[in-house]
């Protein structure tokens, strides 16, 4: 019976090294609001990382498939349709894109997939977005569209309606 004690302590151990990493890194969240007449909601995080900044989204509400998945320039959600939050974040003045793509907005952060029960994930290390100077991501907008992202019309992705909304918040 020693072996299971053993590997229980080095996943403790493993966990604990995890922890004292993420304690030091710089993290923000985005409590994600239904806009009027939508029942989409969740959380995102944003973890300061070696390669870029770590994305990661749980949403539910969805209708099952694609929905456009953006940082907007105004951290602004108070207008019932979302639109306070402005333009997506774009201050390198690129065209919209893909987020892997060669040119897009520092804001693309492509498509959320969800599944039949209308629940969404994401996860991804975005080189884009910075924690500090003019043009941090902090203080902006996570907006969730109903519908999907193209990404390639201009300016936007023709993503359609606003759904959901939450202003970037340091921790
Ligand atoms: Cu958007
Ligand atoms: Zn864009």
């Given at each position: 019976m020693k072996a299971p004690i053993l590997i229980l302590s080095a996943g403790i151990m493993m966990a604990g090294v995890a922890m004292a990493f993420e304690a030091d890194a710089a993290k923000a969240v985005a409590e994600l609001k239904p806009t009027q007449g939508s029942k989409v909601q969740g959380t995102v995080l944003f973890v300061q990382e070696p390669n870029g900044v770590h994305v990661t989204a749980d949403v539910t509400g969805l209708t099952p498939g694609e929905h456009g998945f953006h940082i907007h320039e105004k951290g602004d959600c108070s207008a019932p349709d979302g639109s306070s939050a402005g333009g997506h974040f774009n201050p390198t003045g690129k065209p919209h894109g893909a987020p892997a793509a060669h040119e897009h907005h520092a804001g693309d952060l492509g498509n959320l997939t969800a599944d039949a029960s209308g629940h969404a994930k994401l996860d991804w290390i975005s080189p884009d977005l910075s924690f500090e100077g003019t043009n941090s991501f902090i203080g902006r907008a996570v907006i969730v569209h109903a519908?999907?992202?193209?990404?390639?019309?201009?300016?936007?992705?023709?993503?359609?309606?606003?759904?959901a909304c939450g202003v970037i918040e340091k921790k």
């Open positions: 519908g999907k992202d193209d990404l390639k019309s201009q300016p936007a992705g023709n993503a359609g309606a606003r759904a």
